[in-house]
C-alpha cells in the first residue's frame, strides 16, 4: 500500500474543516484494508512515520472493511503487508510548497506509469537527482516499494489527485500468483 | 461545565457574540436607528445572519435622560421578543433590563437570558430568572443607581470590587434557584466606573474568569475606549476590538456588541493563538 506523508492527515495539524478529506478517505479505505495483516512493515522517512502510525492506528480502532484472503495477501512477501509512505512531486503549480517547476508533471506522469503497470524496473530507476529537484516525497520508499512489487502484481486500489500542486498517490497491490 | 442560556446549551470553551438590539429612540450608538419596530427586527435578521448567538434587546437607555416606566419598558420590549422568538427559535433571546416585572413579562413572551446591567438594582430579578429557567447575567457597578453616569467614584481595587459583587450577585442568584449552569458575570465596563477603572478591569479580566463564572463583557464604542483614544462615538472599532482581543486571551466568553462580524473575527483568532480553538482550515506547509 503507497500513502502520501501528508502532514495535515495528523491530528495535531487538525482544523475545523479538514483540508484534505478526500485524501483521508482514500487513506481510510486502504489501511484499513492492511489493518488485518497480521503484521505491517512500514517504509517511510521519520514524517512519514508518523503518518502511517496514525492512519495505522486509525484503521485499527475502526476495522470497517472485512477481511478476505485477498485483501490479506494485498502485498508480495510472505503474506507481510506494506505500507510506504512517499509522494510525487511538489511542484506542479505555482501555488505549490515549491513553485511550478515544468518537468513536474512529465515526472509525475511516469511515475504514476511504473506504479499502475507495475514497472519495477522503471520505478526503481527513479532519477535520484530529479527527484530531490522536485520535492519527491521519500523518493527511497519509492526504490523500497519497487523491490517488492513484481510484474506479477495487480493494482487494486487507485487514488491520484494533486489538490496544492504535490502529486498524491493512494494505491494498492495484490499478487496475482 | 454546559452554559444554559434559556432553552439553549453551549459547551464550554464556545465563545458567544450578543449583538445589541435597541428598541429606543436615543441610544448613544445607534442613536434610533432600530427604535421603529421593523428597524429593529431588521437590525436581528442582519445580526443573524452575521453569526451572533444572542440578541441583546434593550427598551432603555443606560444613559440618564427621559424616564422610562415599566409599563413604556415592556411596550418596547415584549412583543418584540414575541416576534423575534417565533421567528428566529435557535436564537438566544437576552433582555437588557433591571426590572423584574419587565423580566418577567419577556420571559413569558420567549426571553432566555436577563441581561441586568444594574447589578441587581431589583432584587426580585432573580426571582423570575428562576421561576422561568432563564439565565441571569449579574453586573457590577459599585452600588449606583439604575441610569446614573458615575461621579468621582473611586474603589480601594475595582476589580476585587467587582469580582466581590458579580460573585455575591452569582450566588445570591443561585440560592434563588437559578442553575449554576445559567449565571454569567459580567464586570460592567464604564458602569460606576471611570475610563482609569475600565483599563484596570480590561487589564485585569483574568480574576473575573478565574472565579469560575463565564464571562460576558461590554466594551462595544463605549467611553473608556473613547477617552483613551480621543475619539469619538462612529470612531471606536479599532479601539473595541483591542479590548475585545485582550478580553479573549483573558478568557471571556460572551461579547456584548454591537459589530457582530468583526469582533467574531478577532474573538476566534485570539481563542485559536490561545489554543482553545483550531485553526478553521490549515494546509499552508502541512500538504
Known amino acids: ?177 | 461545565m454546559t452554559l444554559k442560556l434559556g432553552r439553549h446549551e453551549f459547551a464550554d470553551d464556545a465563545t458567544l457574540m450578543m449583538a445589541i438590539v435597541n428598541r429606543t429612540p436615543d441610544s448613544f450608538y445607534d442613536k434610533g436607528a432600530t427604535w421603529a419596530e421593523e428597524s429593529a427586527f431588521a437590525r436581528v435578521a442582519q445580526v443573524v445572519a452575521e453569526g451572533a448567538e444572542i440578541v441583546d434587546i434593550g427598551g432603555i437607555k443606560a444613559a440618564p435622560g427621559v424616564e422610562i416606566g415599566p409599563a413604556e419598558e415592556m411596550s418596547r420590549v415584549v412583543d418584540f421578543v414575541a416576534r423575534v422568538r417565533s421567528s428566529f427559535p435557535a436564537l438566544v433571546i437576552s433582555v437588557d433590563t433591571w426590572r423584574a416585572p419587565v423580566g418577567q413579562a419577556a420571559c413569558e413572551a420567549g426571553a432566555d437570558v436577563l441581561n441586568d446591567a444594574w447589578g441587581g438594582a431589583d432584587p426580585e430579578l432573580v426571582d423570575v430568572a428562576a421561576s422561568y429557567g432563564a439565565a441571569i447575567v449579574c453586573t457590577h457597578t459599585g452600588g449606583v443607581a439604575p441610569r446614573t453616569r458615575p461621579y468621582r467614584i473611586e474603589y480601594d481595587d475595582v476589580v476585587a470590587s467587582a469580582v466581590a459583587d458579580t460573585v455575591a450577585y452569582a450566588e445570591r442568584a443561585v440560592a434563588a434557584g437559578v442553575p449554576r449552569s445559567s449565571v454569567v458575570i459580567d464586570p460592567a465596563h464604564d458602569f460606576g466606573k471611570n475610563t482609569f477603572h475600565s483599563l484596570e478591569l480590561t487589564r485585569r479580566l483574568g480574576e473575573l474568569v478565574d472565579t469560575g463564572w463565564p464571562v460576558l463583557v461590554s466594551l462595544s464604542n463605549k467611553d473608556f475606549v473613547g477617552e483613551t483614544l480621543d475619539l469619538p462615538v462612529g470612531s471606536r472599532l479599532t479601539g473595541t476590538l483591542a479590548a475585545t482581543a485582550v478580553c479573549a486571551l483573558a478568557g471571556a466568553r460572551i461579547y456584548r456588541v454591537h459589530e457582530v462580524v468583526e469582533t467574531r473575527q478577532v474573538v476566534d483568532m485570539v481563542w485559536t493563538i490561545a489554543g482553545r480553538r483550531p485553526p478553521s482550515r490549515a494546509i499552508r506547509g502541512l500538504q
Open chain 1, 1 to 177: 500500500m503507497l500513502v502520501p506523508g501528508v502532514l495535515a492527515l495528523l491530528p495535531e495539524y487538525a482544523g475545523l474543516v479538514d483540508p484534505v478529506a478526500e485524501l483521508r478517505a482514500a487513506c481510510s479505505t486502504a489501511v484499513g484494508w492492511l489493518c488485518w495483516a497480521p503484521e505491517v512493515t512500514v517504509i517511510a522517512d521519520e514524517q512519514g512515520a508518523r503518518v502511517a502510525a496514525h492512519l495505522l492506528e486509525q484503521a485499527r480502532s475502526l476495522r470497517v472493511t472485512c477481511p478476505s484472503e485477498a485483501d490479506l495477501r494485498l502485498m508480495a512477501g510472505e503474506g507481510a503487508a506494506h505500507l510506504v509512505v512517499a509522494n510525487g512531486t511538489a511542484r506542479r503549480s505555482e501555488k505549490a510548497p515549491g513553485y511550478l517547476d515544468e518537468r513536474a508533471a512529465g515526472f509525475d506522469a511516469a511515475l504514476g506509469t511504473a506504479l499502475r503497470t507495475p514497472d519495477p524496473a522503471a520505478l526503481g530507476g527513479l532519477d535520484e537527482e530529479l527527484a530531490a529537484d522536485l520535492l519527491v516525497g521519500n523518493p527511497a520508499g519509492l526504490r523500497e516499494l519497487a523491490g517488492l512489487l513484481t510484474v506479477e502484481h495487480r493494482l487494486v486500489f487507485d487514488h491520484d489527485d494533486d489538490p496544492f500542486g504535490v502529486q498524491y498517490w493512494v494505491m494498492g497491490w495484490q499478487c496475482e500468483s
